[in-house]
């Protein structure tokens, strides 16, 4: 089985509730990088395997293209955390590659925080599935986040 939605990991919010982590939704650095089909997403996963570069996000499957969609993926600009209602929603800028980007059978992205260390360094936040392989040649790769934000949970 490959990518079929886009979840949370489950992970961030035990670890958030039981203050296992500091992790800082509005202010950390964010990054999201891209992958291709040959991974299974899971949101039941450990903190540990949750991360960026472990456990199914290692970066055998990542697509990127230097100077284009860095390895390691491109920084979140712009990120807002608000609430209203029972809705949360976490937010930030779409975000391109540079306009001369080769990037082919990408699925999905794996969303993580790039600034804590410990106890897990680059934990995962979440992973969005992109409906299908998109591709782009010479152009510009761009991760829209369609005004709903880039995880939305309704409590």
């Known amino acids: 089985m ?3 939605n886009s ?3 489950l992970a ?5 509730l039981e203050n296992t982590t500091a992790m800082d939704l509005d202010s950390d650095t964010h990054k ?3 992958f291709n089909n040959s991974i299974t997403p899971d949101q039941t996963v450990t903190s540990a395997n949750s991360a960026y570069n472990a456990g199914q996000w290692a970066t055998a499957q990542e697509v990127f ?3 284009q969609w860095a390895q390691g993926g491109v920084a979140l600009t712009g990120v807002s955390s608000s609430r209203s209602s029972n809705v949360y929603t976490l937010d930030a800028t779409d975000t391109a590659s540079g306009s001369a980007a080769d990037l082919a059978s ?3 992205g794996q969303v993580y925080d790039d600034t804590i260390a410990a106890p897990v360094a680059d934990q995962g936040i979440c992973f969005l599935y992109f409906g299908g392989s998109n591709s782009v040649v010479n152009g ?3 991760v829209v986040y369609n005004g709903s934000g880039i995880l ?3 409590l």
Do not use: M, P, Q
């Not at 961030?12 to 958030?16: G, K, M, N, S």
């Open 65 to 67: 293209e230097a100077g």
């Open 12 to 16: 961030l919010i035990e670890d958030t």
């Open 2 to 4: 490959a990518w079929s």
């Open 106 to 108: 990408v699925y999905g």
């Open 140 to 142: 510009t790769f761009t």
């Open 152 to 154: 939305t949970l309704t």
């Open 7 to 9: 979840k949370i990991f």
């Open 32 to 34: 999201i990088a891209l």
